[in-house]
């Protein structure tokens, strides 16, 4: 049974999704929330206890209201986030339902209707899709890795370093996700930090501002081919830093393949390993849109300003710079949706223009 018909439907109540319906409102479109979470924080409800944003609190806002200014060190915790994001919702009391998850988005000749995990359904003219990545974690097919008897852990579930302390602990993987966690992890444990390559350290002095703005630059395509600085670089945060300092942050090229208490690494020598924490990315949570034939082996979407091609009644905003510069932080998520919901208004309002 439909429940309700909208001209627009926002999948996702995090970041990305909070931002959009603040330009929506503004644009007096007609809009609901579904979220699959049982309350505000989106994907930051899942993040490891210490976690801190890499950019300052002036430089990490939804639009429209400011987070306050961190009370520690000057880069938001993760409770600090979730605080904030829990509040801008009530704040501007979206229409939003919670523990709603979405299974499947189809097509019918005026409406798309989304089908969710409990039997409800809804129908809307257009549907924005904001449900980022952390619901769909990436763990590279390594050889052996079925037969490794030891712990493994992707980083959408680590929580704190805890379980690990007096353990030897492989870190897989070398953006800011894998140095913060093994700047705590190693100082209860003894790690080893496999990574591609070397990885790549920003001054001290530099945060996520710059990132956003070189990332965003790069997608403009007018940023300066000499620079090479990306969202994958490693902003020093204090705890990183203090990492540095323990002389741990150094990493060793990949491992050939697991045995069945360790690994094997390419001059034949082996290292046991009680376990593995894989900090290798995310891909596109997009499953539920598989349904409409539009989704690529990556997840991805093709797009051209966060519409789908092959679906025009179909929005994609929050993940990362294929939706727009940074769309996957804080500060990009309002940038990218200060942008998408006009372009959703004008089509709406324009006869033929889903067809």
Known sequence: MNEGDHDVVVIGGGQAGLAVAYYLRRAGVDFLMLDAEDRPGGAWLHAWDSLHLFSPATYSSLPGWPIPPSRSDGFP???????????????????????????TVERDPERLCLQLRNGRT?????????????????????PGRELFRGGQLHSAEYRSPIPFAGKRVLVVGGGNSGAQILAEVSALAETVWVTLKDPVFLPDDVDGRVLFERASARVRGDFDQASTTTLGDIVMVPPVKEARDRGVLKSVRPFLRFTIDGVLWADGTETHVD???????????????RSLGVVGPDGRIEVVDQRAVEEPRLWLQGYGNWT????????????????LAPRIKAALQMPGSFI
Do not use: M
């Open 275 to 289: 376990a593995v924490l894989w900090c290798t990315g995310f891909r596109p949570a997009t499953g539920h849109l």
């Open 77 to 103: 915790s993760r409770d600090e986030v979730i605080d904030y994001l829990t509040r801008y919702e009530q704040r501007y009391a979206f229409p939003i339902e919670r523990s709603c998850h979405v299974e």
């Open 324 to 339: 727009g510069a940074a769309s996957a932080t804080l500060i990009g998520a309002g940038r990218t949706a200060r942008e």
């Open 122 to 142: 809804f129908t809307a003219r257009a549907v924005v899709s904001a449900t980022g990545t952390w619901s769909a974690p990436y763990i590279p097919d390594h």
